[in-house]
């Protein structure tokens, strides 16, 4: 057997393991999933963070130690989950999403994840490889000067908003600003007697009485798991008006049981209701390579463990973001905002320009782990991060540099080859379902 063949046969395994039971579940969607991977090879390193991290977490890693292994880290950092959110206290703010896959893990995880992506997006522009690999090495010292603001200053509230960002990102905020609810409200609800319901189309489905009960129970028992400090006081705001199953979401949520339900909102005026998403969370692609017994110990179910991780690494979340259980398995809920714009690397085309947006999205990584230590509201991790990441880098920052810059050229060579592997095996009906 050549090395591309044991290749082809790791891809197939670790897809596998990871995705059996959906597969099983609602194999029309992996189906979906899969040819959507199938696309590029961006794509598909999107939907096979559980292939990135059976790789490196057989690497060796000269720059974690104990402390800086075993921080909050996002999981599944790449360059399309950024975008816009309205955070807790109501300013508009550029960050980091989609907290799906946030564990705890190595620091370094994160940004070898991020640049292997870059890699991968500089690639399919054709850029030069001098260029992609100087882009990888101003992400990772802007993210680097980020840390050290956070152990030079005592305040840990830093946010990409409309006073200090420029170009796509702040053309992204303001688009943001523009969005209005009502428009939201529009394009998925109609109106019935002067109340909202639910629209049909569009992935939406019906419920049967039992489920329904079964869903409206859940979302009570969510309402429990909202921060008093971040609960509305007026008890009109959580009356249920309209729940329905939901499906057509990304590639990352393929075959995962999700649901939307409508709540009146801030006041009976009907362009205040407000949507929540009710979506089944996943196992964590990391949490299948470590030893992760201890981590489980601490979370009821993988919605505790998603709404735990997104709240310690976002200093501001949704103020409606919490979780429930459904039959036996737990279930994340947050508002779908229509304050929410990704950003768009389409127009991003000149290593100039993306150099103004990677220096930005640096940052934004060094905040999501520098807000997730002693100062949250956890307790899994009990030390000032900022600190213990620049010890770990502290005299070698430009091997550092190197090395994640290294890691991210090698490994996106890597990803294309593995994206031709992963076409070929789906074609040829290896990986659980086949491509008709």
Not at 10 to 17: M, R, Y
Not at 54 to 78: F, K, M
Request: proline fraction near 3%; hydrophobic fraction near 40%.
């Amino acid at each position: 057997m050549t090395a591309t063949d044991e290749r082809a046969d790791q891809i197939v395994s670790v897809l596998t393991d990871a995705f059996a039971p959906l597969m099983e579940a609602d194999p029309a969607a992996f189906r979906v999933k899969f040819r959507k991977m199938a696309a590029d090879p961006h794509a598909f390193y999107r939907g096979s963070a559980c292939l990135f991290y059976a790789d490196v977490t057989e690497q060796e890693d000269p720059y974690s130690d104990e402390r800086s292994g075993r921080i909050w880290v996002h999981g599944d950092l790449h360059v399309e989950n950024f975008g816009t959110y309205l955070n807790s206290d109501g300013r508009l703010v550029f960050d980091i999403n989609d907290f799906d896959e946030a564990y705890l893990g190595r620091f370094v995880w994160d940004l070898q994840r991020f640049a292997a992506s870059l890699a991968l997006v500089g690639w399919q522009k054709a850029l030069p490889t001098d260029d992609v690999e100087k882009l990888i090495g101003r992400y990772v010292r802007s993210y680097l000067s980020q840390v050290d603001e956070y152990v030079d200053s005592e305040e840990d509230d830093f946010a990409l908003n409309l006073a200090n960002t420029e170009g796509p990102i702040h053309q992204a905020l303001l688009l943001a600003r523009h969005q209005r609810r009502s428009d939201l409200l529009a394009d998925n609800t109609i109106e019935i007697d002067g109340v909202r319901m639910f629209a049909a189309g569009g992935g939406v489905r019906r419920l049967g009485k039992r489920e329904r009960a079964k869903v409206v129970q859940a979302f009570e028992a969510y309402l429990e798991t909202i921060p008093e400090r971040r609960r509305s006081d007026r008890d009109l705001f959580y009356e249920l008006r309209d729940v329905v199953g939901k499906s057509g979401f990304g590639i990352g949520s393929a075959g995962l049981p999700a649901y939307n339900v409508l709540v009146e909102g801030y006041s009976q005026a009907l362009d205040n209701d407000v949507v929540l998403s009710m979506k089944q969370a996943n196992v964590p692609a990391l949490s299948r390579f470590i030893d992760s017994a201890e981590v489980e110990r601490y979370f009821d179910h993988e919605g505790h463990r998603t709404v735990v991780s997104q709240r310690a690494l976002q200093v501001h979340t949704d103020p409606m973001l919490g979780y429930t259980e459904l039959d036996g398995v737990g279930y994340v809920v947050a508002e779908v905002s229509p304050y929410e714009v990704d950003l768009d690397w389409s127009n991003l085309i000149e290593p100039d320009e993306i150099a103004k947006v990677v220096d930005l999205l640096g940052r934004a990584t060094a905040k999501i782990h520098c807000a997730s230590d002693e100062d949250s509201d956890q307790d899994l991790v009990d030390f000032q991060v900022e600190e213990v990441i620049a010890a770990s880098v502290q005299g070698r920052r430009r091997e550092f540099v190197r090395w994640v810059t290294d890691f991210g050229m090698s490994y996106a060579t890597q990803v294309r080859e593995d994206h031709a592997s992963f076409v070929a095996s789906f074609r040829e009906g290896r990986i659980g379902i086949t491509s008709t």
